[in-house]
């Protein structure tokens, strides 16, 4: 879209250094510097004009503690921060725990201290997103101001339940940034808090997002950000407060009008992805792929297969295949994606009879509606069936023995890892953290890695992304059983009786925490078979033991392990998608920040 008259003028202007407390000097000032040059004025109008601008850029405001006092100091902070991320190739999305680590390279190389380490942060986080930001389509961004930059006694604007509606009436930097940014098809925002923001990306309509916020209110957004792997540009206020704060006008106006010819096609939507994997198992769809001959058998097992579940494998099988392809899928993805849920229900089937658990998804297990026999069989049926899929998907017989054998690879580590389980609860014994975590490895993470390595295989990739993918997963794996402990045993939940017999991570963190006497009336109970005892014992001794938030630090510690294992990935559209999919797999209430 054309941009308003004077246009060239106005860019000269603002790259001088439009600020935040003169605006009707921003709104006109390109104009009447036109005119002054024209019509040669004075000396002294033209000191009046350059005095206004000086005042704009910010070199007189007083800052607020953790924002550099001075314009200068800003932009070598700035500077800093942009060197920095292209001498050691810093890639997005990065986790606030990467950017920490590059925080006192950047303070010693801009000479400043310590109490800007926020600031840093900022910086770099807007340094490693700045080229992706340039190829989001203008259509495809938001703006989000506060209103805390209007002066609210002088201010003529209305608000309403979205945020204010500006009047561009010149008294504050609000109506300016809009008008640069709509005239781009940009949708702006002007309103308060982080809940609109957060409610903003959560939505997955946002492929690019320029902020103006109070450090503060930065920090606070930036797990949503950096969950939902937002490209964003983020900068702070000068002064916090809530009436006629400041901002480096000029650095808003840079990144409204960042672009590249190189448009960047972003991320599919998440939740929208779902709901196409959550299709592929309905009745009539699942009849098209399994190899249906109507008894009994292939009604049990496919009952079971298309009911209750969160479909985090075929997801992340159709992720990976699309964040590669750009394409939603093919007949044979929707056949491999079958495939790896036949695993996963296979695999819950033996483990309810394994662990004699009576109850699954709310309702009666296979093997209690069923009989184990009928439901062995049940699991065995939808094992044969995944290996089937796999071996007819695709045409390229290469691509099928490699699937085949990631499948093989995956099924065998998972049994090994049950076996460790089933051992210990044949014979319990002092179970020490690092074991279950072992445990869980081999159990949980085989599923994951399956599902992934298939879909990058599918997509025609190599073996280094397969070997990023394994670590990936491993980690990830991890991190989702440890969830599922803190579910059982959290503050205020009432863990069953027999979980207390099962190798849990919350169990062993509790008994290496515990006084000797509980100690040895753990043990006494579980040589005992004595499952509600131990139980009890175990919900004693949670709380003085510290299993629980030591149980927390490690599932952040292996969620920033999975995440960390994308660095070395070369798309950022898997690198995105994989982000946004572990976000919504482990919770974005257990991210911090």
Same mark, same amino acid.
């Given at each position: 879209?054309?941009?308003?008259?004077?246009?060239?003028?106005?860019?000269?202007?603002?790259?001088?250094?439009?600020?935040?407390?003169?605006?009707?000097?921003?709104?006109?000032?390109?104009?009447?510097?036109?005119?002054?040059?024209?019509?040669?004025?004075?000396?002294?109008?033209?000191?009046?004009?350059?005095?206004?601008?000086?005042?704009?850029?910010?070199?007189?405001?007083?800052?607020?503690?953790?924002?550099?006092?001075?314009?200068?100091?800003?932009?070598?902070?700035?500077?800093?921060?942009?060197?920095?991320?292209?001498?050691?190739?810093?890639?997005?999305?990065?986790?606030?725990?990467?950017?920490?680590?590059?925080?006192?390279?950047?303070?010693?190389?801009?000479?400043?201290?310590?109490?800007?380490?926020?600031?840093?942060?900022?910086?770099?986080?807007?340094?490693?997103?700045?080229?992706?930001?340039?190829?989001?389509?203008?259509?495809?961004?938001?703006?989000?101001?506060?209103?805390?930059?209007?002066?609210?006694?002088?201010?003529?604007?209305?608000?309403?339940?979205?945020?204010?509606?500006?009047?561009?009436?010149?008294?504050?930097?609000?109506?300016?940034?809009?008008?640069?940014?709509e005239e781009r098809g940009y949708v702006v925002l002007v309103a308060e808090g982080t809940?609109?923001?957060?409610?903003?990306?959560?939505?997955?309509?946002?492929?690019?997002?320029?902020?103006?916020?109070?450090?503060?209110?930065?920090?606070?957004?930036?797990?949503?950000?950096?969950?939902?792997?937002?490209?964003?540009?983020?900068?702070?206020?000068?002064?916090?407060?809530?009436?006629?704060?400041?901002?480096?006008?000029?650095?808003?106006?840079?990144?409204?009008?960042?672009?590249?010819?190189d448009t960047w096609r972003g991320c599919p939507d998440v939740d929208s992805m779902r709901?196409?994997?959550?299709?592929?198992?309905?009745?009539?769809?699942?009849?098209?792929?399994?190899?249906?001959?109507?008894?009994?058998?292939?009604?049990?097992?496919?009952?079971?297969?298309?009911?209750?579940?969160?479909?985090?494998?075929?997801?992340?099988?159709?992720?990976?295949?699309?964040?590669?392809?750009?394409?939603?899928?093919?007949?044979?993805?929707?056949?491999?994606?079958?495939?790896?849920?036949?695993?996963?229900?296979?695999?819950?089937?033996?483990?309810?009879?394994?662990?004699?658990?009576?109850?699954?998804?709310?309702?009666?297990?296979?093997?209690?509606?069923?009989?184990?026999?009928?439901?062995?069989?049940?699991?065995?049926?939808?094992l044969g069936e995944g290996y089937r899929l796999i071996a007819r998907c695709c045409a390229?017989?290469?691509?099928?023995?490699?699937?085949?054998?990631?499948?093989? %690879?995956?099924? @065998?580590? /998972?049994?090994?890892?049950? $076996?460790?389980?089933?051992?210990?609860?044949? &014979?319990? #014994?002092? *179970?020490?953290?690092?074991?279950?975590?072992?445990?869980?490895?081999?159990?949980?993470?085989?599923?994951?890695?399956?599902?992934?390595?298939?879909?990058?295989?599918?997509?025609?990739?190599?073996?280094?992304?397969?070997?990023?993918?394994?670590?990936?997963?491993?980690?990830?794996?991890?991190?989702?059983?440890?969830?599922?402990?803190?579910?059982?045993?959290?503050?205020?939940?009432?863990?069953?009786?027999?979980?207390?017999?099962?190798?849990?991570?919350?169990?062993?963190?509790?008994?290496?925490?515990?006084?000797?006497?509980?100690?040895?009336?753990?043990?006494?109970?579980?040589?005992?078979?004595?499952?509600? %005892?131990?139980? @009890?014992? /175990?919900?004693?001794?949670? $709380?003085?033991?510290?299993?629980?938030?030591? &149980?927390? #630090?490690? *599932?952040?510690?292996?969620?920033?392990?999975?995440?960390?294992?994308?660095?070395?990935?070369?798309?950022?559209?898997?690198?995105?998608?994989?982000?946004?999919?572990?976000?919504?797999?482990?919770?974005?209430?257990?991210?911090?920040?």
């Amino acid at each position: 879209m054309g941009g308003p008259p004077f246009a060239d003028e106005a860019g000269a202007f603002r790259r001088a250094g439009a600020g935040s407390n003169t605006l009707e000097s921003v709104c006109c000032g390109f104009v009447h510097r036109r005119r002054y040059r024209e019509n040669a004025g004075t000396e002294t109008v033209t000191r009046q004009i350059d005095e206004q601008m000086e005042r704009a850029r910010g070199l007189e405001e007083p800052c607020s503690a953790g924002i550099p006092s001075s314009r200068q100091l800003r932009e070598r902070v700035r500077r800093a921060a942009e060197a920095h991320v292209a001498e050691h190739a810093l890639r997005p999305p990065m986790t606030m725990v990467e950017i920490s680590e590059h925080v006192e390279p950047v303070r010693s190389a801009a000479g400043v201290g310590p109490e800007y380490a926020g600031f840093i942060a900022v910086m770099l986080g807007n340094a490693t997103w700045r080229e992706t930001v340039a190829r989001v389509p203008f259509g495809r961004r938001v703006l989000l101001l506060p209103q805390c930059l209007r002066g609210r006694e002088t201010c003529p604007a209305e608000v309403d339940d979205v945020g204010l509606l500006c009047q561009s009436c010149g008294r504050c930097p609000i109506g300016l940034l809009q008008q640069e940014a709509e005239e781009r098809g940009y949708v702006v925002l002007v309103a308060e808090g982080t809940t609109v923001v957060t409610t903003l990306l959560e939505t997955g309509k946002v492929d690019a997002v320029i902020g103006v916020g109070c450090l503060e209110a930065l920090e606070r957004s930036f797990p949503a950000v950096a969950g939902n792997a937002i490209p964003g540009i983020a900068i702070p206020l000068l002064r916090d407060g809530c009436d006629a704060t400041g901002v480096d006008v000029d650095w808003v106006l840079d990144a409204i009008h960042l672009s590249r010819t190189d448009t960047w096609r972003g991320c599919p939507d998440v939740d929208s992805m779902r709901a196409r994997v959550a299709a592929w198992f309905e009745e009539q769809a699942l009849e098209r792929v399994l190899h249906w001959e109507g008894g009994q058998t292939d009604r049990i097992a496919l009952t079971w297969l298309k009911g209750e579940g969160k479909r985090w494998r075929p997801l992340l099988l159709a992720a990976v295949y699309q964040a590669i392809t750009g394409e939603e899928g093919t007949d044979a993805t929707r056949e491999l994606a079958v495939a790896v849920e036949c695993f996963h229900k296979a695999s819950l089937i033996h483990d309810d009879i394994e662990d004699r658990d009576p109850v699954r998804y709310g309702a009666p297990t296979l093997h209690v509606q069923h009989g184990v026999p009928v439901a062995l069989n049940a699991g065995d049926f939808l094992l044969g069936e995944g290996y089937r899929l796999i071996a007819r998907c695709c045409a390229a017989p290469e691509q099928a023995v490699r699937m085949l054998a990631i499948a093989a %690879e995956g099924h @065998r580590d /998972l049994c090994l890892g049950q $076996g460790e389980e089933l051992c210990w609860v044949a &014979a319990p #014994q002092p *179970l020490t953290a690092d074991a279950v975590l072992r445990i869980f490895r081999r159990k949980t993470a085989p599923a994951f890695e399956v599902a992934l390595r298939l879909g990058a295989v599918a997509a025609g990739t190599n073996g280094d992304l397969c070997g990023a993918l394994h670590d990936f997963s491993q980690a990830l794996g991890v991190a989702y059983q440890i969830r599922d402990d803190l579910e059982d045993f959290g503050d205020d939940a009432e863990a069953p009786d027999d979980v207390a017999m099962r190798p849990s991570l919350l169990l062993a963190l509790a008994y290496e925490g515990a006084q000797e006497g509980t100690k040895r009336r753990i043990e006494h109970a579980w040589r005992a078979g004595d499952c509600r %005892e131990a139980a @009890r014992l /175990l919900r004693e001794c949670l $709380g003085d033991s510290g299993a629980v938030p030591r &149980a927390r #630090q490690l *599932l952040d510690d292996h969620r920033d392990e999975a995440l960390a294992a994308l660095r070395v990935i070369d798309s950022l559209e898997l690198r995105v998608l994989l982000h946004r999919v572990t976000w919504r797999i482990l919770g974005g209430n257990q991210a911090r920040p």
